[in-house]
């Protein structure tokens, strides 16, 4: 295990950097520290100086890069963390790439994905240039496919790809609204096992939006001849979206005009898609380079805690310079992103750690006072990012696609970049600098959590640990009982003001959480990556006040999330007692006497016979398989797989997830059986549990106590399943799932 040198961090920090950022020999052992990979970092940056200034000494540009990111005052996007100053120097986290309507465009476009997933960047594309289902297809006199099916393709081709060795890709898919297979896709991922690799936003456009304020019907236009296909009512369209998004989070929404409003270069053409998570609206071929100011870090105690605005004015002039010079340093994938990220020059400078910024000030992030300091913060970098980027152009010019640009008018900003500042999720960054994530509230005061599934560890929230010490009622008793309750403002022995500002995400109504952003949007050039939280007992007509007023605020897009509305969730509610208290599923006990039937289905082993029995209740309770062949290893697998499926079902996990997990199983000897391909013994499994118990919907809730499952559900806030590194939860946060103990994450 790696030691700290200079760097202050947590131990999930030095977890973090050990397994996906520091340099590491050929047997996968770290060679450097976290003070090394920054000075690394630092050194490569820097050298873009020279650039420009041959004769430029650049030893104090590196200093101050390599200061500001050892004091965890800033840090760049993961891929300049984890690449800069290595072989392969791939530092951008985000492209956009553009899908046409013909093979050679999608299949092309579908390489340079797997190119750019393997360099580790993620991908956005818009699927609405081609053309519906069954549309007509002139040159092969066949007919279309249609963009979902091609989406499939791509999510295919995801899962086949392990970005850099450290994750997978993640994409994010576009349609358009008035694109005639619109509700095919709003209902594309309502199978949770479907476009796992993929996040998916209905693009909104003005036409649509003053149709639903209207209640009228809107056109579709199939987008290869430009024809009117057909009409729908607004309001129904949105309802569908709306409903799909209480289910499961997807689709978010985009507002497609609002971001082409803010389009720096719209002569180089229009924005269709953005980044995976949403923050990011890019022209095809561009690229986005990230990084986030640390928040918590900007306040000083000179008596009563306030913000050092003239530190946050040099490490905003520093970041802005440190992210130009990411755009020279990077080496890209695809010449033609190199010529458009030149050519743009676009940065995204954004925050963390404003939640905990706000608990050092005592301000609740649910009140005015909170809101106002966010949009005045942010107002406050935008201008100095944009003073930056001038003084940048006065010395290298401005970026060489300002002809023609928003900027080129009489008197207007001598930009060096098209854009300066986005609100990104920086879910591992803020692991890593032991902050909030983003602008997003706190997820937790205390969290219990287990080390090598003995010790229990308590990790408390620094801020609230100095306030209950100095308060007199920090107690370990008291601390594990925040754990449990997941929140402190039921919690009598703490100070009524003190459970007034140590608000958490579920804390906090979900127009807050809308208010917060568009605050941020107001003064950010791109978007903000925001997750507005939704109880469970959440109604469908709430997500839709919420879409409603996110357009009214200005805001540029919504990812909402009600909390434990993706099964994954209810799958693993075992594994959350791990991060939020002691809660646990125990299966049913076994009656005396059970009955049920036996099965049988050829498989490409053998005759495999499934007996399904239910327990005093009629509720499916345990499964035992038995293959025509006895011992050996295939018995002792089949028999655990019984043994795996019983147990899930005396736990009260739907029937549907337990087929979905064993479905399409493949093994080297398929056979065939009345009524389909059987591709393995667990698909056998599978078919046979779906034909007996149909797609029960009996919940843990049904089978358990509801009132455990119900303060179960009040503890584990946003999760939305198990990390598949450490076992851990995995945290729903700006688009992205995080596991807040060993950093893994996924954008989607």
């Given amino acids: 295990m790696i030691t700290n040198t200079k760097v202050e961090l947590s131990p999930n920090a030095l977890k973090v950097l050990e397994k996906r950022y520091l340099k590491k020999d050929e047997n996968g052992r770290p060679i450097e520290t976290p003070d090394e990979l920054f000075k690394r970092v630092a050194h490569n940056v820097a050298s873009a100086d020279l650039l420009y200034d041959k004769t ?14 050892v004091n965890l005052e800033f840090l760049p996007n993961s891929p300049t963390l984890m ?3 290595k072989e392969l120097q791939q530092l951008s986290a985000c492209f956009v790439l553009p899908i046409e309507d013909s093979m050679e465009s999608i299949f092309q476009t579908l390489k340079d994905t797997a190119m750019i997933h393997k360099s580790g960047g993620g991908t956005g594309f818009s699927f609405s240039r081609l053309r519906p289902k069954n549309d007509m297809v002139q040159s092969t006199r066949g007919i279309s496919s249609g963009p979902i099916s091609f989406m499939t393709v791509f999510d295919g081709a995801t899962e086949a790809i392990k970005q850099g060795g450290t994750r997978r890709g993640a994409n994010m898919g576009i349609l358009r609204v008035d694109h005639p297979d619109i509700m095919d896709f709003i209902v594309a991922k309502e199978n949770n096992n479907k476009l796992n690799n993929f996040n998916i936003s209905v693009a909104l456009t003005k036409e649509f939006m003053d149709a639903l304020e209207k209640d009228e019907e809107y056109d579709l236009v199939n987008p290869h001849t430009q024809r009117k296909a057909e009409r729908l009512k607004a309001r129904k369209v949105m309802d569908k979206i709306i409903e799909q998004a209480w289910k499961n989070g997807e689709p978010g929404i985009v507002f497609m005009d609002r971001l082409n409003k803010d389009n720096p270069t719209p002569n180089l053409g229009e924005i269709e898609s953005t980044n995976p998570c949403g923050e990011q609206p890019l022209l095809p071929y561009e690229s986005c380079n990230l990084g986030s100011i640390n928040l918590s870090k900007m306040v000083v105690k000179t008596g009563t805690p306030e913000m050092d605005y003239d530190k946050l004015a040099r ?63 942010m107002k406050f970098i935008s201008h100095h990012a944009k003073r930056s980027s001038c003084s940048l152009a006065e010395k290298r010019g401005v970026f060489p696609n300002f002809k023609g640009s928003i900027y080129d008018t009489p008197g207007g900003s001598r930009l060096r970049n098209a854009t300066v500042t986005t609100i990104a999720p920086t879910g591992t960054l803020s692991i890593i600098a032991n902050c909030s994530s983003g602008i997003e509230p706190v997820f937790g005061i205390v969290y219990v959590r287990n080390v090598m599934d003995k010790d229990e560890l308590l990790e408390i929230n620094p801020v609230f640990k100095k306030v209950a010490e100095e308060a007199g009622f920090h107690s ?65 007509e709430d997500i839709g006040k919420v879409y409603m ?73 345990e499964v035992f398989t038995q293959m025509g062949k006895a011992g050996g290893c295939a018995a002792s697998q089949l028999e655990a797989l019984g043994r795996l499926v019983s147990l899930a079902l005396r736990s009260g996990i739907e029937v549907k997830s337990i087929v979905d997990q064993l479905r399409g199983i493949r093994c080297p000897s398929p056979s065939w059986e009345k009524g389909g391909m059987i591709f393995s013994c667990s698909d056998a499994i599978a078919k046979v549990v779906e034909k007996r118990l149909g797609h029960s919907v009996r919940l843990i809730s049904q089978v358990t106590d509801s009132r455990q499952v119900q303060e179960t559900g009040a503890k584990t806030g946003n999760v939305v399943g198990v990390c598949p590194d450490c076992g851990n939860a995995l945290i729903h946060e700006s688009g992205c799932m995080v596991c807040k103990l060993c950093g893994f994450s996924k954008c989607n």
């Fill in 549 to 621: 007023m996110a357009y009214k605020s200005g805001c540029k897009g919504v990812t909402v999330y009600r909390d434990m509305s993706r099964e994954d969730q209810v799958l693993n509610i075992e594994k959350v007692k791990k991060v939020s208290g002691p809660y646990k599923i125990s299966p049913r006990p076994r009656p005396n006497v059970t009955a049920g039937t036996t099965s049988k289905i050829a498989t490409g082993c053998g005759n495999l016979y499934v007996t399904i029995n239910e327990d005093d209740k009629g509720l499916p309770f």
């Fill in 476 to 540: 370990d008793g008291l601390m594990r009982k925040i754990a449990k309750e997941g929140t402190i403002h039921r919690i009598s022995e703490i100070p009524e003001n003190t459970r007034r500002v140590f608000v958490t995400a579920h804390d906090i109504a979900p127009e807050w959480h809308i208010r917060m952003q568009a605050e941020f949007q107001k003064f950010t050039d791109n978007a903000v990556s925001k997750t507005v939280n939704f109880p469970h007992d959440a109604k469908v």
């Fill in 56 to 69: 430029c000494e650049i030893k104090r540009t590196e200093d101050e890069f390599y200061e500001m990111m």
């Fill in 83 to 85: 690449n800069a100053g």
């Fill in 315 to 377: 490490v905003v002039e520093k970041a802005i310079h440190f992210l130009d010079n990411v755009i020279d340093m990077n080496k890209y994938p695809l010449q033609k992103i190199e010529e458009m990220t030149k050519g743009n020059r676009k940065v995204g400078l954004g925050v963390m750690g404003f939640a905990d910024m706000l608990l050092r000030l005592s301000i609740p992030y649910d009140s005015e006072e909170a809101t106002a300091l966010g949009g005045k913060i």
